[in-house]
C-alpha cells in the first residue's frame, strides 16, 4: 500500500528529482532546482521580516529605544543603491565586520595558537609502550612539518635539506585527508541510505 | 573583580603581540622587503583561464558562502582577491567569468572588484553582471543545486573555487569533474579540503589560499599579516619542539605557561 500523505509524495518526488541529475540534466531535476532556490528565497525573506519584528520592533515596542539604532543600520545598507549616498552603506558594513573579527580574534588566539602548541608540548615523545611512543612521535613529526608547510615568506625553509620538511609535512597532511575523505564518504551514504529507506518505508511502504 | 583572569594573561599577550607583529610586519610590506613564495596552484589559475578562451566556453570562480561578520571572513576576502585576479585575467583574455553568489553582504564587494578588474583592462562594456554575477540564494543547498544546474547547461572549462566551502563543496567539486572542467579549488575548512584535493586537478591547502590571495593582490596589509602569521608558526615550532623535548624528560613547563 502506498502512502496517502500528499507531504509523503511531495518529499519523494523531490527526492527523486534531485537524484535524477546522477543520470544527466533534465527537466524534472530543473523543476526541483528552481523550485528549491525559490522556496530557499521566500523562506529568507519571511525569517528576515520575523528577525526586524522579533529582535527589533517588539523591543522599541517595550521601551528599549536603543534598538532605534538597528533599524538606522539596516537602513543605511540601503544607501548602496543611490549613486550620492553610497557612502553611507561602508558604516554598518564597517561596524558588522569590526564585530566579527573582534568576537572571533580572541577565541582565535586562544584555541587555534595556543592551545595546538600547549597540546603539541605537552605530549612526551615517549611512553606509554611501543604503539603510545609511534602514535607520540607521528603526531609531533605531523604537527611540526605541517606547520612548517605553511611558511610562506622565508623562501629558505623551502629550499635544500630543509625543503624536505614541508614535504614529509604535505605527505602527512594527505594521508589524514584520505582518512577523512573515506569518513565523509561513509556518511554520505549514509544519508543516501536514509532516502532509500525513506523512498521503500514511508512512500511505497515496501519494507 | 581581578583585571587579569587567570588562563587569560598569556592570551592576552599573544594578541598584544600579534598586533605589535602585524604593525611591524605591514611596514615592512611597504617598504616591499617581504616576499611571498609563488604557489603551484597560482600558476594554474592562468591556465584555467586560457582553456577556457580555447574552447570557447565559460569560466566559474566561486567564492564560497561565507560573510564578512563570520570567523571565515578572511577566507572570503582571499577568495575576493583571487576572483579580482580571474575577473581580471578573464577580460584580458577573453573569457567569459560567472561567479554566482550566496551572500548579501559580500556580492556588492565581488561586483565592484570584477568591475574594477574589468575596468583596468579597458573591458567595463563586456560586463554584463546581472549575467555573470548572479545572486541564487542564500541558503546552502539551494544555492548548491543552482551552481550545479548552471554547470551542467553551461559547461564550463574550468572552475576555481577559493572561499569557505562546507558540505557543498564535494558537490561542486564532482558536478565540475564529471563535466570535464580544469579545477582548481582551496579552503581553509579542514573537513572540505578532501573534496578539493581528490577530485581539483590543483588543491590550495588551509592556508595556502591567505597567500595566494595576498600574493596575488599585491596588498602590503595582506602580505604583512603573511608574514606576521609565519612569525608565529615559527614560534609555535620552537615552542612545540622544545615543549616535547622537556615534557619527554617529565618537565612540562612550556605547556603550564602557555595555561597561564
Known sequence: MVSMDPSIWIAAFFTIAATSYAFRDNVVFKFAEYTFIGVAA???????????RDYGWTKIMEGQIIYVLVFVLGIMLYARFHREYYWMYRFPIAFLVGNGVGISIRAAIHSDFIVQVAQTASTPLIGGGAMGTINAIITFVGAVTAIFHFIFTQENLHEGTLGYIPKIGRWLMLLAFGASFGNTIMSRFGMYQGRIIFLLRDWLQLV | MAILTPGRIVPLLALILVWVAVYIAINMGKEGKIKVRR?????????????????????????GMGTFTDSYATQTVAGLSILNYVAGLSARLGAELIAPQAKVDVMPVAIELVRDAYN??????????DEQLPYLSGTQFAWASGIIGMAARRRPAGNIMIGPF?????????????????QVGGTARTYQIPFFAALCDYCLIGEEI?????YVSGDPAQIGTIAAQDWYKLAAIALSIVGALLSTVGVNIIAELLSR
Open chain 2, 210 to 214: 591567505f597567500a595566494a590571495g595576498a
Open chain 2, 166 to 182: 562546507w558540505a557543498e563543496s564535494m558537490m561542486f567539486a564532482e558536478t565540475f569533474d564529471r563535466i570535464g572542467a580544469m
Open chain 1, 42 to 52: 521566500g523562506h529568507q525573506i519571511v525569517m528576515g521580516i520575523k528577525n526586524i
Open chain 2, 120 to 129: 583596468v583592462e579597458g573591458k567595463l562594456d563586456e560586463l554584463n553582471v
Open chain 2, 39 to 63: 604557489i603551484a596552484g597560482l600558476d594554474a589559475i592562468e591556465e584555467v583561464v586560457g582553456r577556457s578562451v580555447e574552447m570557447g566556453r565559460p569560466v566559474f570562480d566561486i567564492i
